[in-house]
Structure formats: C-alpha cells, structure tokens
C-alpha cells in the first residue's frame, strides 16, 4: 500500500489549503480513509475521516466547520481542504487507512501569523 500526501506548505493566518493523498495497492473504494497531523514532540492526532462512499464524514473538535474532508474513488484519491487557517493548524499532515494502519508521508503546513 502506498499513500502519497501533496499539497502542503506555507500560508498566512486565514488562508487555505487543500492537501491531497493518492493511494495504491489496495481497493480504495472499500477503505474509510483520514487525515492526520503531527508536531514536534506530540503524538498524532486525528483530524478528519470518511467512509467508503464519501457519504459519512466525521471531524476532531478543533476543525470542525473550517476542513472538509472528501474522496475521489474514480482517482483514489482523499482530499483535504483547510480554510480558515490558524497557527495552531501547523504540522506535518498524514493521510491514511486508519483502521489497518496503513499511513503516507506526510506533508508540512505552516500558518504563519
């Protein structure tokens, strides 16, 4: 399984970012996938994640109403869109197959104040 993360980098304090993730070696289509994130010296934390179908989604607390989390089974690919961005969004952003622990590199996104 492979899971490459795109997408990440620089931007200031209320701007966006949408970060994508392409999957293979697996049928993505039957996988809930998420999203990730992790700074230095903590562990990861969840952010988002969605079913099979893109038709349940679920989000931590301190992105609700700000990411949206989508998927593209037709590219096998999971989206990512951040709006509203803070400094405390910050990290290195994974995507993954939560629920066998197949995880990508991440990529880095920096909200600068």
């Known amino acids: 399984v492979q899971l490459q993360a795109s997408g990440g980098g620089l931007v200031q304090a209320g701007g966006s970012l949408r970060l994508s993730c392409a999957a293979s070696g697996l049928t993505f289509s039957n996988y809930v996938m998420g999203w990730f994130r992790q700074t230095p010296g903590k562990e990861r934390e969840f952010v988002a994640r969605i079913n099979w179908s893109g038709s349940s989604t679920y989000y931590a607390d301190s992105v609700k109403g700000r990411f949206t989390i989508s998927r593209g089974n037709a590219k096998n690919t999971v989206y990512l869109q951040m709006d509203s961005l803070k400094p405390e969004d910050t990290a290195v952003y994974y995507c993954?197959?939560?629920?066998?622990?197949?995880w990508g590199q991440g990529t880095l996104v920096t909200v600068s104040s």
């Open positions: 993954g197959v939560p629920d066998y622990g197949y």
